[in-house]
């Protein structure tokens, strides 16, 4: 029987419990070697995937798009660049002659907050976050989980470092919300005017990248998103890369066996360094990203089943 999970849309990390985790995270599991034997389940024969991208990406799409196809859907895509939102239609009327299509599913990107659950309530089928704004990126931080529990066996108990752009990160507010849940310890490391006001139980904040690196088992590097900043806000990066950009003597700091992980894409030289980037033992980032097809299998197929 295929398992299931408690939500009908995947569009912020709180309403999923620590079990609906643990079965998405399985199902993943499964599928990665579904994947590597050729037995994928075609459980999306017939349906019809709408993908809804008002944003720039390449790894979320893409991993996407090759998870849909691989459990057999079909997709159609909606890209704002050739549009009839170039035409000065509102993206409510456009989600709405979408929506009548009646697609199986829904996956969407874009630059409002909550843009996704405002598409929820105008259309049937299941609404698949793929990052809204400044605010959740579920499946960025499902495929960082999964890859945090495939390389240490657990996520419980662990200490988990994310370091850099925090308030302008969705991919660390996702991230924050889902590994708390699951009882990993989060150290928030950035320079003050990049770090949340507030932080949630379970979660430390640091601004010397040495200090807060100390004890952890997995060290989290974010961009700096500077498309979401006041210009005057973005640090110089030679003296960003100098005091948070992750070089193998930082990484000393933290635990000997402590992995390193980027959602990408990676800005080399500014947050991380090509020795630590491409570290064949210690770096997880490329891993990590191929994981991203997968995960995305799982929650379509949970979803959809
Ligand atoms: C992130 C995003 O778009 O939120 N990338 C991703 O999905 N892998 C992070 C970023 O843009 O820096």
Redesign the pocket.
């Known amino acids: 029987m295929t398992p299931k999970i408690s939500v009908s849309h995947l569009i912020d990390i709180d309403p999923l419990t620590p079990a609906d985790i643990t079965t998405i995270l399985d199902r993943a599991a499964f599928f990665k070697q579904a994947l590597a034997t050729k037995t994928v389940p075609q459980s999306l024969t017939g349906k019809v995937i709408l993908t809804l991208f008002a ?6 799409r893409n991993s996407f798009e090759m998870a849909v196809l691989r459990l057999g859907g079909s997709l159609i895509n909606w890209d704002e660049n050739i549009s009839s939102a170039k035409k000065g239609e509102s993206f409510s009327d456009t989600v709405r002659y979408l929506g009548g299509y009646q697609p199986d599913a829904i996956v969407m ?1 874009h630059h409002e907050y909550n843009a996704p659950h405002f598409v929820a309530q105008l259309v049937e089928c299941p609404v698949i976050n ?2 809204d704004a400044s605010r959740e ?1 579920p499946t ?1 931080a499902l495929l960082d989980a999964f890859t945090i529990r495939e390389i240490k066996g657990r996520i419980e108990g662990l200490a988990v470092a994310i370091v850099g ?1 925090l308030s302008h ?3 660390a507010g996702s991230n924050v919300a889902l590994l708390t849940k699951m009882g990993a310890k989060i150290h928030l490391i950035g320079p003050k005017d990049l770090l949340p006001q507030q932080v949630r139980d379970g979660v430390s904040v640091f601004e010397k990248l040495e200090d807060g690196l100390k004890g952890c088992d997995v060290v989290m590097m ?2 700096i ?1 500077k498309e979401r900043m006041d210009l005057s806000a973005i640090p110089n990066e030679t003296a960003y890369f100098h005091e948070y950009g992750l070089t193998l003597e930082k990484l000393a700091f933290a635990k000997p066996d402590a992995i390193v992980m980027h ?3 990676m800005n080399r030289g500014v947050e991380i360094a090509d020795e630590v980037a491409d570290d064949p033992t210690r770096s997880m980032i490329f891993k990590q ?1 191929a994981n ?1 097809v997968p995960v995305r299998m799982a929650v379509l197929d949970l979803l959809l089943a």
Request: glycine share 18%; proline share 9%; charged share 25%.
């Open positions: 944003e720039n990406s390449t790894r979320t990107r793929a990052g990126h960025q752009d990160s969705r991919v974010l961009r998103q959602p990408g894409p990203g991203g």
